[in-house]
């Protein structure tokens, strides 16, 4: 590291914890050894996927995975004071007397454990694919369906959890703000766009994929 420098370039509403800045190294010697060179796909793009693509899929289930943590600890927050944290501007004691906090704690709860069961699903099936069973690219479409599924659905959970303990979770202190802003960040990544796989998903299943001038090859690869 003596010959790097680190540029402070991490500057985001949510993941500071993770100290993603860059780093630079300039005119550094890098032996043979340590490159890797992608293979080519057919129009002479990097294969990123390295001729593996299911392995594409199961990436994004491992950047889905960081986000089980915040959805569990958003729950943990909210829970701890649901049967003592009185809800503002009404005749309740506590969130747990009113019959519309409970169904929203029960909506968030069950979207969160439900959200996990199916990620844990997920991870062994595709996991089941990796020794190198043929998959089409609508199989594996539909499985970055399903992660993006489950994106979606903590994002809502929190959301909810967020409205339900009120303005004061958004205190520096309060852990909640923090789970929602590194939930929300997580599944802005690239992987997990929810506009492109839906519409890389809608090509494949209606086999619109050729029709419109819209390019097979470019839904394809985002699956």
Known sequence: MSELTVERTWRVAGLQGTGSHTVVADGVFIPAERLFEFP??????????????????SQTVSVTATLVGAALGALDVVKAVVKTRKPPMTRYDSLAESASARHVFAEAEHMVTSSYDR??????????????????????????????????????????????????????????????????????????????????????????????????RRPSLAA
């Open 40 to 57: 080519l796909s057919h129009d002479d793009a990097p294969q990123l996927s390295q001729g593996r693509p299911v392995e594409i899929v």
């Open 119 to 216: 990620l844990i699903s997920l991870a062994g099936r595709i996991d089941a694919l990796l020794p190198g069973d043929d998959v089409t690219v609508v199989q594996r479409s539909s499985l970055r369906m399903d992660a993006v599924s489950i994106v979606q659905q903590f994002v809502r959970a929190v959301d909810l959890l967020l409205d339900l303990h009120g303005f004061s979770a958004f205190a520096l202190d309060n852990p909640l703000q923090r789970f929602w802003r590194d939930l929300n960040v997580v599944a802005q990544h690239a992987q997990l766009s929810t506009c492109i796989t839906t519409e890389n998903y809608g090509l494949l299943v209606t086999e619109a994929a050729g029709a419109g001038g819209l390019s097979v």
